[in-house]
């Protein structure tokens, strides 16, 4: 298939890429990095492309995955920052949808991103796809960005969703940001530990979508998620076990709020995510229990 990526030099774009890639399929992958740093990320073989004018009305994409997006958690939530987290979510999908509408050959299916953010904070209430969107700023900004995705279907595009969770990477995000004070014996809980925290193993995520790609029947939400979140405290637990390393701080969540403000709210809520619909699709997880995706990721001998 011929394949336009937006937000393919992330931490997700960049092993789907390379999967992709192996399965022989052509790349074109968004973004405002040099043409040379977006082949020396995203392979070799890939088709840069700087800005959406690029795509125009002759040109022909089988299929589109749109995972753009600024991250959510790097900085305080000003009123320009939330600007800047919806123009690289919302904006940059309507422009994209619009491109879509004038071309002249649609693409078959159009995969964008979400996050189980939507959700907001439910306790300890199961959350599956069928659930109503939160409240908080976070939950309203990924309800509006599958609002924006939905003109899709009216043009016939099979339209899927993606609930993103924690994605679980040796190579970056959450895991690189807390290997080295965990490594340190700083680890932590958060607050009361009992948020929940729904992640996925990298490799379960790109066969996730991987199947959600190439099966024409799938359609709809879909949450990203491992089918056994853990609480903070089982997570920190998990962490310093396989690290070999104590946990025994505490970050209490008052202290959490000054220091972050209204972004405290990610690390201070959870969701417990079901991903009722990949298991109704008959998906196997790989890494279904946090502990073996550790072990994978983050093997250290005793």
Partial sequence: MRILITGGTGLIGRRLCAFLTA?????????????SMVKALCGANVIPMRALEEYRADTVFDAVINLAGEPIADRRWTASRQQVLRNSRIALTAVLLRRIADAHHKPGVFLSGSAIGYYGDRGDDWQDESASAGQDF????????????????????????????LVLDAAGGVLQKMRLPFLLGLGMQIGDGRQWMS?????????????????????????????????NAGWTAALAHQLHRPAWLKM??????????????????????????????????????LAAALEHLWHVPD
């Fill in 23 to 35: 399965q022989g399929h052509t790349l074109t992958v968004l973004s405002r990095q040099h043409a």
């Fill in 199 to 231: 992640w996925i193993h990298i490799d379960d995520y790109i066969a996730l979508l991987y199947s959600l790609l190439i099966d024409a029947n799938a359609a709809g939400r879909f949450n990203m998620v491992a089918p056994n979140p853990v609480q």
């Fill in 252 to 289: 209490p969540a008052a202290v959490l709020r000054l220091m972050l403000g209204e972004r405290a709210f990610l690390l201070t809520g959870g969701q417990r995510v079901r991903p009722a619909q990949a298991l109704a699709r008959g998906f196997v997880f790989r890494y279904p229990e």
């Fill in 138 to 165: 976070g939950a309203l900004l990924c309800a509006e960005w599958e609002a924006t995705a939905l003109p899709a279907e009216a043009m016939g595009i099979r339209l899927c969703l993606l609930r993103t969770g």
